[in-house]
């Protein structure tokens, strides 16, 4: 296992020479780099990373938090990703049940304070899975919304002292239909009824016409973003 100043450097430099580089390139890398401390993380909207990096990998880790609010369109999406895909997905977990956090905090926290919600359910539960693992991969895109534009595809995620590799960051929404429609990649079932971007279902809607992606998450708030990305 290499130290945290040398992962850094690994991360700066893949950064800088695999920019341009093609998604199934950037996982190949991280692949051969990383090996078994490499691992992909899936919200179960879909399953495009996970699909490039089982061709580059087989039997990839694939890490989902199942927050206990899940629509059960994702829940399915996760189980037959699992029952089709050379993949091994890995199911994390809060501490505490939906129940428990009602009785410490009080129902429907994601409504009264959805940042420490998102923390609890989200955040902490991918900072003790991560553990293992030197690098991740993610489905983040630089066309999803302003606070993602900025998305390297290798980096160096300073919070967790890990690679964070974005490899489909350059790519746009014609550029994933494409591939789904090419490779028949599983999709959340909620991407053809009008959602662009799934989460919890307490927190997800539907989006209007001209919104990004990232519109019906936390819609009426100024929150953008769970925490997992920064």
Known sequence: MTDGTDLRDIAERAGRELEDAPASDVLRWAADTFGARFCVTSSME????AHLASRVRPGVDVLFLDTGYHFPETIGTRDAVGAVMDVNVVTLTPERSVAEQDAEHGPALHDRDPDLC????KVAPLAAGLDRYDAWATGLRRDESPTRANTPVVGWDERRGKVK???IARWTQDDVDRYVAEHGVLTNPLLMDGYASVGCAPCTSR??????????RWAGRAKTECGLHG
């Not at 879909?46 to 990373?49: M, N």
């Not at 998102?118 to 359910?121: F, N, Q, S």
């Open 46 to 49: 879909d399953a495009v990373v």
């Open 118 to 121: 998102c923390a609890l359910r």
């Open 207 to 216: 989006v209007a016409a001209g919104e990004n992606n990232r519109g019906g």
């Open 165 to 167: 590799i974005a490899p």
